[in-house]
């Protein structure tokens, strides 16, 4: 798909992991969860570190089909023990905390929503630019989203709250704050 400004890497797992430390932190002040806030936000950093030998794919293609899908992840699975085979063997172990998705599948779940989210956002913007292309990849992330809120009620808290102010511009954000 055509963006009107390209994301890299660095911002987008940055963005992510802000909002897994949100989703986590409203979980836990809200909802009574016990989750590692600080983690996730690490995790959430290091969640597509594959890509910097796979590159990205476009998640229609990605998930066009099982066989597909199932071919890039063991793709990302190789270039993640790429990465952590090129850190000293001591360091390994933590890295890899990091970088395996089944070392803590309830916080991933948190990260994972966050990467959907950051997801959406860079649709929102792409629309915000007069872009057409991430038109059926707004609705498909969305639908997506609200599948996931209906277990996870901080996404669903973090949708209604935070998400709006990703349409403001600078001017109507300091405007809404006095």
């Known amino acids: 798909m055509r963006s009107s400004r390209k994301e890299n890497l660095s911002e ?3 963005e992510t992991a802000v909002i897994a430390h949100a989703l986590c932190t409203i979980a836990n002040v809200r909802y009574g969860e016990h989750l590692d806030a600080d983690r996730a936000a690490a995790m959430g950093l290091f969640h597509d570190a594959g890509e910097i030998i796979t590159g990205d794919m476009p998640t229609p293609v990605k998930y066009r089909d099982s066989g597909m899908r199932d071919s890039y992840h063991r793709v990302e699975d190789e270039a993640r023990k790429q990465l952590l085979e090129q850190l000293p063997e001591d360091l ?5 905390a990091l970088l395996d998705e089944d070392s803590d599948p309830q916080l991933y779940r948190y990260v994972k ?3 959907k989210v950051s ?3 860079k649709c929102l ?3 915000n630019a007069g872009s057409q292309d ?4 707004q609705k498909s992330t969305l639908e997506t989203l609200q599948k996931m809120a209906e277990t996870m009620p901080a996404l669903q808290d973090f949708l209604q709250e935070f998400l709006p102010a990703y349409g ?3 001017d109507e954000l300091l405007q ?3």
Do not use: C, K, M, V
């Open 12 to 14: 987008h797992s940055l």
């Open 168 to 170: 403001h511009t600078l």
């Open 92 to 96: 390994r172990p933590s890295y890899a």
């Open 113 to 115: 929503a966050a990467d």
């Open 134 to 137: 991430f038109r059926n990849a």
């Open 119 to 121: 997801a959406y956002i």
């Open 125 to 127: 913007e792409e629309e």
């Open 176 to 178: 809404d704050g006095q």
